[in-house]
């Protein structure tokens, strides 16, 4: 059982470049997740996915795009990546709408850095 | 101000004390009190989960809500040095509200 799988594990990109974090899980689960992880920030919201076939802004969406593309698979889509995208992004999932009494699960990080 | 505030340390305990992790908040109306543990370069995860104020106990750890003062603890007896990792402290309304979480405290548990 893999839980939350995200790729790649580490990326580099051109202050300009576009590219695609892909995210799968296996546990059924109905919503998903994408958050950045800065020091001293902690995790930000920058879309969810509260079931297929939606999606809403999360805390920080500017220069993002998301795409559920079925139950299983969210991806998040820089367009024209930038310095200040330079972070850690982390998939999740989790069972019903939203956390009432119900876990979260992570996946293991992608390391991005725009140059 | 941000709606949860978690001093992000660092913190370094020898093996063996009392560890207390502390966030506060200022949304009233949130109702589920989470506390995850992420180890280096690893993803969260969900260590302990308290709906609405009291104390909820689970072996070494015990998650303290007091929604009166909006303030949240965890607390770790008799740490370990593999309970070294960054503390991150998360709360939602709940229903469809998505999760806040606080900056996270590094802990280093020094054998």
């Known amino acids: 059982n893999a839980g939350v799988t995200q790729t790649p594990k580490f990326q580099v990109l051109k202050t300009g470049q576009s590219m695609t974090l892909q995210c799968a899980q296996d546990m059924n689960h109905n919503s998903m997740y994408w958050y950045r992880q800065d020091p001293g920030m902690g995790l930000r919201l920058i879309y969810y996915s509260a079931s297929e076939g939606t999606t809403d802004k999360g805390e920080v969406p500017n220069g993002y795009n998301v795409s559920r593309l079925n139950k299983r698979e969210f991806s998040l889509r820089l367009e024209s990546a930038a310095p200040s995208q330079t972070s850690v992004y982390f998939c999740?999932?989790?069972?019903?709408?939203?956390?009432?009494?119900?876990?979260?699960?992570f996946g293991e990080g992608s390391w991005l850095t725009v140059v | 101000q941000k709606e949860v505030e978690q001093d992000p340390g660092p913190l370094s305990v020898p093996e063996g004390a009392i560890v207390s992790l502390n966030c506060t908040y200022s949304?009233?109306?949130?109702?589920?009190f989470m506390w995850y543990r992420q180890y280096s370069r690893k993803g969260p995860e969900l260590l302990m989960y308290t709906y609405s104020s009291g104390n909820k106990e689970d072996g070494r750890f015990t998650a303290q809500v007091d929604k009166s003062s909006k303030y949240i603890s965890l607390f770790i007896r008799d740490s370990q040095p593999s309970d070294s990792a960054t503390y991150l402290c998360?709360?939602?309304?709940?229903?469809?509200?998505?999760?806040?979480f606080g900056q996270g405290t590094r802990l280093t548990i020094n054998p």
């Open positions: 949304n009233s109306a949130f109702q589920y």
């Open positions: 999740a999932s989790s069972g019903l709408q939203g956390i009432s009494g119900n876990t979260i699960y």
């Open positions: 998360a709360m939602t309304r709940g229903g469809a509200q998505k999760l806040v």
